[in-house]
T-cell receptor, first 113, second 113 residues
Framework: GENVEQHPSTLSVQEGDSAVIKCTYS??????FPWYKQELGKRPQLIIDIRSNVGEKKDQRIAVTLNKTAKHFSLHITETQPEDSAVYFC????????????FGKGTKLSVIP | DAEITQSPRHKITETGRQVTLACHQT?????MFWYRQDLGHGLRLIHYSYGVQDTNKGEVSDGYSVSRSNTEDLPLTLESAASSQTSVYFC????????????FGPGTRLTVT
C-alpha cells in the first residue's frame, strides 16, 4: 500500500518568512495530493491540492509543487502570519478505483510574531 | 447547509465496554471514512465504505467494526474498548469521483479508563 513520509515534524518561522513542508510517497500510481490544515481542537480542512498531471499550483500565499519522478511534493507558505500556525498534513490518493487517502504524520507550524 | 456531524463529541468509557460513535452526513456522499488521530501518528484509516452495504477494513481495523445501512450514516463500534483505543476519532465523507475532497466531521474524543 501507499506510504507517505512528511518532514519536518515541527517548524518554527518568524512572521513574514516562508515555510516549506515536504512529503514523499511510495506508490507511483498515486495521482492526487491534498494538503490539510488542522487548527488546535478543530477538524482537518483542505487548503490546496494538486493532481499528478500538474507540476505546481498556487493559491494566494500557498503553493504546492509535485515531482512525480522523485515521488515528492511540497507545500510552500509565503509571508507567514500568526494565523498560519497549525498542524499541516499531506496526503496521497491512490486512485485506480480507490478513494482512500494515506496521510503523513503532520507538521506543526508555529509562526512567531 | 450540508454538513457532517459526529456524536458524542466527548466520551469516557471503561475497558471492556462496547461503544458506538455516530457519524451523519447530509451531502449524500457515497464514500465515508473513519480515522483515528494520535500524537505522532497523524490520521490513520480504521474503516471505510463506498456505499450502502459496503464496508472495508483500513490500516488499523482490529477491535472496530462499521455498518452502512443508509447513505447518511456510518457508525463506528468498538466491540470491547481497550485503553489503546483512547484517541480522537474523525469521520469523513467524499463524493465519488477522482480527487474528491474529503470533508471531516468535528471529531469525537474517546477516553477508555
Amino acid at each position: 500500500g501507499e506510504n507517505v513520509e512528511q518532514h519536518p515534524s515541527t517548524l518554527s518561522v518568524q512572521e513574514g518568512d516562508s515555510a516549506v513542508i515536504k512529503c514523499t510517497y511510495s506508490d507511483s500510481a498515486s495521482n492526487y495530493f491534498p494538503w490539510y490544515k488542522q487548527e488546535l481542537g478543530k477538524r482537518p480542512q483542505l487548503i490546496i491540492d494538486i493532481r499528478s498531471n500538474v507540476g505546481e499550483k498556487k493559491d494566494q500565499r500557498i503553493a504546492v509543487t509535485l515531482n512525480k519522478t522523485a515521488k515528492h511534493f511540497s507545500l510552500h507558505i509565503t509571508e507567514t502570519q500568526p494565523e498560519d500556525s497549525a498542524v499541516y498534513f499531506c496526503a496521497a490518493y491512490s486512485g485506480a478505483g480507490s478513494y482512500q487517502l494515506t496521510f503523513g504524520k503532520g507538521t506543526k507550524l508555529s509562526v512567531i510574531p | 447547509d450540508a454538513e457532517i456531524t459526529q456524536s458524542p463529541r466527548h466520551k469516557i468509557t471503561e475497558t471492556g465496554r462496547q461503544v458506538t460513535l455516530a457519524c451523519h452526513q447530509t451531502w449524500n456522499h457515497n464514500n465515508m471514512f473513519w480515522y483515528r488521530q494520535d500524537l505522532g501518528h497523524g490520521l490513520r484509516l480504521i474503516h471505510y465504505s463506498y456505499g450502502v452495504q459496503d464496508t472495508n477494513k483500513g490500516e488499523v481495523s482490529d477491535g472496530y467494526s462499521v455498518s452502512r445501512s443508509n447513505t447518511e450514516d456510518l457508525p463506528l463500534t468498538l466491540e470491547s474498548a481497550a485503553s489503546s483505543q483512547t484517541s480522537v476519532y474523525f469521520c469523513a465523507s467524499s463524493n465519488t469521483g477522482l480527487a474528491s475532497e474529503q470533508y471531516f466531521g468535528p471529531g469525537t474524543r474517546l477516553t477508555v479508563t
